[in-house]
Nanobody, 126 residues
Framework: QVQLVESGGGLVQAGGSLRLSCAAS????????MGWFRQAPGKEREFVAA????????NYADSVKGRFTISRDNAKNTGYLQMNSLNPEDTAVYYC???????????????????WGQGTQVTVSS
């Protein structure tokens, strides 16, 4: 089992930045592909970014490319999502997720992930 806990959400003005963290426990984080998703009220959960467990491969939704950066620190069992140039359309609950250990590549669909955090609210005011 893997437990994921997000932190770092909050209220920020348009144009501002936030860094989300995802602390993992329960299984070797180093071997888990991970991703970030978000869900706004009345909308489906959508892919934001993903990172492989090996090779440092990353993948981003078009809506966040050039503004968001996903990274991981395996020594700290923590993943990150750096969000810059935020706009009101980025307002949502952000979830981190981890996929099956040793799975190769990055994953963009929620069904590809086995473990989820509880989410952290990000609100961007105009």
């Amino acid at each position: 089992q893997v437990q994921l806990v997000e932190s770092g959400g909050g209220l920020v003005q348009a144009g501002g930045s936030l860094r989300l963290s995802c602390a993992a426990s329960g299984r070797t984080f180093s071997f888990l592909p991970m991703g970030w998703f978000r869900q706004a009220p009345g909308k489906e959960r959508e892919f934001v970014a993903a990172i492989s467990w090996v090779g440092g491969n990353t993948n981003y939704a078009d809506s966040v490319k050039g503004r968001f950066t996903i990274s991981r620190d395996n020594a700290k069992n923590t993943g990150y999502l750096q969000m810059n140039s935020l706009n009101p359309e980025d307002t949502a609950v952000y979830y981190c997720a981890a996929a099956r250990a040793y799975a190769i590549g990055t994953y963009t669909l929620p069904r590809d992930y086995d473990y989820w955090g509880q989410g952290t609210q990000v609100t961007v005011s105009s």
